[in-house]
């Protein structure tokens, strides 16, 4: 009964960051306003001079089953966005889902049953990706899910996963995704500004706080949510094409900034060692460079590639040093404890 009715007491806010998707807006807004158990409120952040998706969020909000609002954020991007629409949100926890998901009827119900645990400041669950509306991408069966292991390297791996696994129990997990997460608000102050777009890992940042407040991070393999990827060869493609600083550069500096800030001390040189030689596929390191040259060919590109990477993630170890210093937590709860 104690559960239930701290349940009860809890208010949820669904944020939505868009930026010049309005039908894709709608249709996850429709899925929104569709909740067995209503969240308090829907607030979708608008970007830069994207007038059609508030325009589209206006018009919907006629007739909607819960307060639905939109935000302004002037500049244009994810991390910027999210906390535009967090300073305003009301709810003891917040959501997180992107424009392009359809999240299931039950899709609330299911993160909040778990903040009735105390112990719990934020929820997961995994993204099933669709080239189209009835061709799903292939399952996959990852043996580790959002880890960070103790040297470095982030294993997200929460996407694609078999049917069946629906019915594994939740598990604790040291990052989420973006696309399908939660977090108590007392848990953490706000996403990391500063990270460089495409703000890669912001939600491992996130997670990172919420340990830091000794919460506990949970992804509850159950709740998925129906996700139909738009920029993932732009931005996420596993080749050379694109923006290198998006795909490659920027992420380095990212994956430097989290662990710098909140590595310890004992572990700072371990993972220091890790980034500049081994690194990641798409931004590898001095032994990766030889394995990324076999793989994308042109070793002198690569090289110069390698020798940019280096130097974004000297500038992101450098700047996440510096933020070990800011609050990373909220209200009365005890300073920032990196955690490994």
Not at 302 to 314: C, D, N, Q, V
């Amino acid at each position: 009964m104690a559960g239930a009715a701290q349940m009860k007491r809890l208010t949820a806010s669904v944020l939505v960051a868009s930026y010049r998707r309005p039908e894709l807006l709608v249709r996850c807004l429709r899925a929104l306003g569709r909740q067995d158990l209503a969240p308090d409120e829907v607030v979708v952040v608008w970007q830069a001079a994207d007038e059609a998706t508030r325009q589209a969020v206006e018009e919907l909000s006629k007739g909607f089953s819960c307060p639905l609002r939109a935000i302004h954020s002037a500049q244009a991007g994810i991390v910027p966005a999210e906390n535009a629409g967090l300073a305003q949100a009301t709810g003891d926890v917040v959501l997180l889902t992107d424009d392009d998901t359809i999240p299931a009827p039950d899709w609330v119900a299911k993160h909040l049953k778990h903040y009735a645990d105390p112990s719990v400041g934020a929820v997961g669950g995994s993204a099933r990706n669709f080239d189209s509306e009835t061709d799903p991408r292939p399952s996959r069966t990852p043996a580790r899910i959002g880890e960070i292991t103790w040297y470095g390297k982030f294993h997200g791996n929460m996407f694609d996963h078999p049917e069946g696994w629906s019915t594994r129990r939740p598990i604790t997990v040291q990052q989420l995704c973006g696309n399908n997460m939660s977090l108590r608000r007392s848990a953490f102050v706000r996403f990391e500004e500063g990270l460089k777009p495409y703000w890669a890992m912001f939600e491992a940042d996130a997670c990172l706080q919420v340990q830091a407040s000794r919460y506990r991070v949970l992804f509850d393999f159950s709740n998925t949510v129906r996700h139909f990827p738009s920029n993932s060869q732009t931005i996420y493609g596993n080749d050379r094409t694109g923006d290198l600083a998006l795909k490659v550069l920027n992420p380095a500096f990212n994956h430097a900034f989290i662990l710098a800030k909140h590595s310890p001390w004992r572990l700072q040189i371990p993972r220091l060692l890790f980034v500049f030689c081994a690194g990641s596929r798409m931004a590898p390191g001095l032994l990766g460079w030889v394995f990324a040259s076999m793989r994308f060919g042109h070793p002198w590109r690569e090289f110069g590639i390698l020798m940019k990477t280096w130097r974004s993630r000297s500038e992101g170890w450098k700047a996440g040093l510096k933020a070990r210093s800011r609050p990373c937590v909220v209200g009365r709860r005890p300073p920032l404890q990196p955690i490994s």
